[in-house]
């Protein structure tokens, strides 16, 4: 009910007003002699009054308990008075006339997923950008041994089968081992290295693995892809539980082999600053065309391979161009992040966002170490059938890579 002098709500039990100290006379419901019915029941858990054969009070639909003595299950009307005094609202509804609608506590499931992929996609921006400003001379993150190394070994095998470096990083916050590793088929029938890993959170707060650490495998300088890994001995849920400190976890991740020669697996702190774990398997092909200690000295490059016209997902006419990516930098590189690149048709630019079968997106987002080659696929959507601009820029220093006209030919 509310005031008859000031118009705040009050509970029904009121007899002065808390603000204005006006004295509350509440009336006696007729054929009721028990003024207990204001509260929904009376002491000996008696019905309250009888609806239907009394005449209601002002404002009778508040809320109000009824039921047990206790005063449980709580009774709601079906909407709030639409006759409050100055557009006031009763705590716990919304506006005067609409439904009444519980608060829910909680966020679905959904919006949880969406703010850890978000989180995901976030981290492994900042680790590239971060990776981009790292200095030369900086402690060796590449992985295998080099030849140096390989000449001081005391057994110094002709063909190793493994090298393993295992730690912490500085602040002793996590440390990664080396468990096991297989080879198995993916869903669509590529090979794939499912490693085990054992990491240890020393931290002072709990955390997940994906948010602590950053783990990669390369083959030929290329990082190998595991996001789109489907078996079922890898569960990519576990690299998202959090586990307390002091507790040693065991997960498992796979990443796509590009063929079969030599997989370096490195494993960082998040930010990639801090090597916990280095490990080169033997997949007996060798070390491929990958060639680290080139002695030549090259600058990174791009340059057109190969242009074609496809189609979307949705009908609509796309254009795909295979980049043909050189990383001459002493450190790791990801096109997605290091080059900025743009087709213009008529002076407006091409739609990037495309879903086409011709168009693997997965090298424009996989790192790339030193002296390593990557052909990155791109696709446009194209607003006509006249000539095109291509455009590509470094991200940091806006130097130009490539600046090219293409005609668009059926």
Same mark, same amino acid.
């Given at each position: ?31 009721e ?27 009778d639909?508040?809320?109000?308990f ?39 506590k909680?966020?679905? /499931? ?8 978000? /989180? ?5 921006? /900042? ?47 996590? !440390? ?113 065309t ?16 190969d ?9 609509? !006419? ?14 790791e ?15 407006v630019?091409?739609s ?8 693997? /997106?997965?090298?424009?987002i ?12 791109e ?32």
């Amino acid at each position: 009910m509310l005031c008859p002098k000031c118009g705040v709500f009050l509970l029904n039990s009121a007899t002065v007003c808390d603000k204005c100290g006006a004295i509350i006379d509440i009336p006696k419901p007729e054929g009721e002699g028990n003024s207990n019915a204001l509260y929904g029941t009376d002491p000996v858990g008696t019905p309250a009054r009888n609806r239907q054969n009394t005449s209601p009070r002002q404002y009778d639909d508040v809320p109000v308990f009824q039921g047990d003595s206790q005063g449980l299950n709580r009774r709601f009307p079906d909407s709030v008075p639409t006759d409050l005094p100055n557009g006031q609202r009763i705590p716990g509804y919304g506006l005067p006339g609409q439904p009444y609608k519980p608060s829910k506590k909680g966020m679905s /499931a959904f919006t949880k997923v969406f703010l850890i992929l978000v /989180a995901v996609v976030v981290g492994v921006l /900042a680790v590239a950008g971060a990776m981009n400003r790292n200095k030369k001379g900086q402690t060796n993150t590449d992985s295998g041994p080099t030849p140096d190394q390989a000449d001081n070994s005391p057994q110094n095998p002709p063909a190793p089968t493994d090298t393993t470096t295992e730690g912490s990083d500085e602040s002793g916050e996590y !440390t990664v081992k080396y468990v096991s590793h297989s080879i198995e088929k993916n869903y669509d029938g590529k090979d794939v290295l499912v490693i085990e890993y054992a990491w240890t959170n020393n931290s002072q707060k709990e955390t997940s693995f994906t948010f602590a650490c950053t783990d990669k495998v390369f083959q030929n300088g290329i990082e190998c892809s595991s996001l789109t890994v489907l078996l079922d001995d890898v569960d990519t849920q576990k690299e998202f539980l959090d586990i307390k400190p002091g507790t040693t976890y065991n997960l498992k991740v796979g990443y796509i082999l590009q063929d079969k020669t030599n997989a370096h697996v490195e494993v960082t702190d998040l930010m990639g600053k801090k090597m916990l774990m280095q490990k080169t398997i033997d997949l007996g092909g060798g070390e491929g065309t990958w060639e680290e200690n080139s002695k030549v000295p090259a600058e990174t490059s791009v340059r057109i391979r190969d242009s074609f016209l496809s189609k979307g997902h949705d009908g609509k !006419t796309v254009l795909v161009i295979k980049y043909e990516v050189y990383n001459g930098e002493d450190h790791e590189i990801t096109f997605s992040v290091q080059f900025e690149d743009k087709v213009f048709q008529n002076g407006v630019e091409c739609s990037s966002f495309v879903f086409s079968d011709d168009v693997d /997106a997965t090298p424009a987002i996989s790192s790339i170490k030193r002296g390593a080659t990557i052909i990155v696929e791109e696709g446009y959507e194209l607003q006509d059938m006249s000539d095109v601009e291509v455009e590509v820029k470094e991200s940091f220093t806006d130097k130009v890579f490539v600046s090219q006209k293409l005609r668009v030919e059926k």
